[in-house]
């Protein structure tokens, strides 16, 4: 039997399941950013300044690209 408080909590539910399928800190770059973009992305997890961090150039293999 659906009851009301069933039909509030499942919008919640769905939510949540929903976000934790998706990557959380998705973005569409262009290739041309991607480098700058992950370099960001690894100093802010790392804690670092930006330019403490290394990256070489993006790398397109097999449809992905690789940085």
């Known amino acids: 039997m659906v009851t009301p408080r069933l039909l509030a909590i499942l919008p919640v539910a769905a939510s949540l399941l929903t976000a934790a399928a998706l990557p959380a800190s998705a973005k569409i770059v262009n ?37």
């Open 31 to 67: 290739e041309a950013a991607m480098v700058s973009h992950c370099a960001e992305a690894a100093a802010t997890e790392l804690k670092v300044m930006m330019n403490d961090v290394l990256t070489l150039p993006a790398e397109r293999t097999s449809g992905k690209y690789h940085v």
